[in-house]
């Protein structure tokens, strides 16, 4: 079968609906990015509790991508879909009109509902590949596309807010762009993704949400008391203390439950827990950095003695340059990916992240050098990106390809959460003035993401060398 009438198989209908789909969950990722000193400025606040509004954005994502998920598997992936589109364009147009640090912030964290859009994708992709001999290949492939269009969303809106920035005074104009597009959503999915559904027999495990929300809540609420108390003050780590505890009555009753929120059986599995660890580990980089890298470049070195002194016009081309070596990461891994193991070249895309954040400590001084090395960090997070989902959705059991495509999501988003909150403490650590974080925070920040990305390199040597490759066919003589 040629890759043309592969990609007709899938349904070419779908998979071009669901780029655009992601393209503007890439625009959204893309375009607050260099606007964060800009919107810091417009509510009165530190760089470093700009880190705040991504902390909570992440956690709410952390919470809600399982149980969508779920909810995709029973009632159907296109419906949920749609209802959350709806939500994610509700939360931007009042992230538009938000003029205060409260309002702001909780419209901020209801738009990342807009994260379980790319398990439930893959989902139906997975679902429309049924019958293909390479099912599994097939889904890379399309999820590739896919995921290359979120990349590329993510370039133009980076872009396009540097350009909207400098042409347009009024912040509120400036934000309004991407809640044209999040509407644009809405239209597209009901107009065009197909609402056929093959139900799963189950029900949401509400006591298993229950217990997991109020863990990570826990957990990320001792970290920003961290921020308000100090470190001297011991509710903090109380707090944090019985989040971590609470984890044991979760998994306890995740196993006993006939249908769990997580399904922890599956994620014994050699094939899935590194995965998901590696996701976790991978949202410390992916989702955690962004904010502090686009304040570290808007920072005044002739005020503070370090930053690139950017502004968000010309700081955007260089989250651009990020962000389109991640586009290039997630093309290449499918084809890569086809000469070695797709757990080889996860491998090599968790070592790239890791000598990207590493050679930031000794080469950050001037504009070519960051760009350098995120560059290299870009190339492996993006393949990380396009591979993660698709090789949950591999090595999960048939029927649950949502729940375990939405866990790698999930995972990845709380790792991006708790490195937010730590983040922002770190970098509230002496700073250098009242906007400025401190160049000790920058350096937590570069070194911890370095750390977890070779953690999870290491993690995934344990993956079996054929995971989430096709299976081999029989030679016919």
Not at 219 to 235: D, F, K, M, Q, Y
Not at 283 to 311: K, R, Y
Not at 430 to 437: F, L, M, P, R, S
Request: glycine letters at 10%.
């Amino acid at each position: 079968m040629t890759s043309t009438s592969r990609a007709t198989s899938i349904g070419a209908g779908l998979v071009g609906a669901l780029v655009f789909v992601e393209f503007v969950s890439g625009f959204l990722q893309g375009y607050y990015t260099p606007l964060a000193s800009d919107i810091g400025r417009h509510l009165g606040i530190n760089d470093a509790d700009v880190n705040w509004f991504e902390a909570a954005q992440l956690l709410l994502s952390a919470l809600c991508v399982p149980a969508l998920s779920k909810l995709g598997d029973l009632v159907g992936h296109q419906r949920v879909l749609w209802w959350s589109a709806v939500l994610t364009a509700v939360a931007t147009w009042g992230v538009a009109f938000s003029s205060s640090f409260e309002t702001y912030l909780v419209f901020w964290a209801l738009q990342g509902v807009f994260t379980v859009w790319l398990p439930l994708e893959v989902a139906l992709i997975y679902r429309r590949s049924l019958g293909i001999a390479d099912r599994a290949s097939a889904t890379r492939r399309a999820t590739g596309v896919i995921v290359a269009a979120l990349q590329a969303g993510a370039i133009a809106g980076a872009l396009s807010a540097g350009a909207t920035s400098a042409a347009f005074e009024p912040i509120w104009i400036v934000l309004a762009v991407p809640a044209l597009l999040t509407t644009g959503v809405v239209l597209v999915i009901h107009l065009a993704v197909d609402r056929e559904h093959v139900v799963q027999e189950g029900s949401l495990d509400i006591r298993g949400l229950v217990l997991v929300s109020a863990s990570l809540l826990l957990v990320t609420g001792g970290l920003s008391l961290v921020r308000t108390e100090g470190v001297a003050s011991p509710w903090p780590w109380l707090a944090m203390a019985i989040g971590l505890v609470m984890l044991v009555p979760f998994g306890q009753w995740e196993l006993r439950s006939p249908d769990p929120l997580v399904d922890l059986r599956v994620m014994r599995r050699s094939s899935m827990w590194p995965v998901q660890l590696t996701a976790l580990l991978f949202g410390v980089s992916v989702l955690g950095a962004q904010i502090p890298l686009s304040t570290f470049a808007q920072t005044d070195p002739d005020e503070f003695g370090f930053g690139l002194g950017l502004d968000s016009s010309s700081a955007a081309p260089l989250i651009g340059v990020y962000v389109l070596s991640l586009l290039v990461g997630a093309l290449a891994f499918a084809r890569i990916s086809q000469r070695f193991s797709p757990r080889n070249c996860l491998i090599g895309a968790a070592t790239l992240v890791a000598i990207g954040y590493g050679l930031l400590v000794p080469l950050h001084d001037t504009v070519p050098t960051v760009a350098a090395c995120m560059m290299v960090a870009g190339l492996g997070a993006g393949a990380l990106v396009a591979a993660l989902p698709a090789a949950a959705a591999a090595a999960a059991p048939e029927g649950r390809t949502a729940v375990a495509t939405g866990l790698t999501n999930t995972t990845k988003t709380i790792g991006g959460a708790i490195a937010s909150c730590v983040f922002g403490v770190a970098l509230a650590q002496g700073t250098a003035g009242e906007t400025a974080a401190s160049l000790s925070g920058y350096y937590t920040v570069w070194v911890v993401c370095s750390a977890t990305a070779v953690v999870a390199a290491v993690l995934l040597t344990f993956v079996p060398k054929l995971a989430f490759a096709d299976p081999e066919r029989p030679v016919i003589p």
